[in-house]
Nanobody
Framework: QVHLVESGGGSVQAGGSLRLSCVAS????????VGWFRQAPGKEREGVGT????????EYADSVKGRFTISQDNAKNMIYLQMNSLKPEDTAMYYC?????????????????WGAGTQVTVSS
């Protein structure tokens, strides 16, 4: 059984930084595509970024490009989302995703496994 657990969320002021972590059990991130998504109240879940752990291939949503970075630690079987220059509009529940089945990466239906999420709140 696959379990993804996110951590690292919290409350920060605009301009601050947070690093989110996602650890997996029953699943190995190595040589797989992983994703980070977020969902703000009243809005649909949206893709933040995706990273293929077997090669240097990462894509980001335009809204976070240049501010967010996805990385991995294969030894710990963890992926990270470094978020810098945070803005109030980044406030959302953040989820890691695994089990990509192909297609458009920011379509939530293309992912089989999800964590429960970690809340990020950015105040102005």
């Amino acid at each position: 059984q696959v379990h993804l657990v996110e951590s690292g969320g919290g409350s920060v002021q605009a301009g601050g930084s947070l690093r989110l972590s996602c650890v997996a059990s029953g699943y190995t991130f190595s040589n797989k595509r992983v994703g980070w998504f977020r969902q703000a109240p009243g809005k649909e879940r949206e893709g933040v970024g995706t990273h293929y752990t077997g090669a240097v291939h990462t894509e980001y949503a335009d809204s976070v490009k240049g501010r967010f970075t996805i990385s991995q630690d294969n030894a710990k079987n963890m992926i990270y989302l470094q978020m810098n220059s945070l803005k109030p509009e980044d406030t959302a529940m953040y989820y890691c995703a695994a089990g990509y089945v192909g297609g458009v990466w920011n379509n939530t239906y293309r992912w089989s496994y999800w964590g429960a999420g970690t809340q990020v709140t950015v105040s102005s």
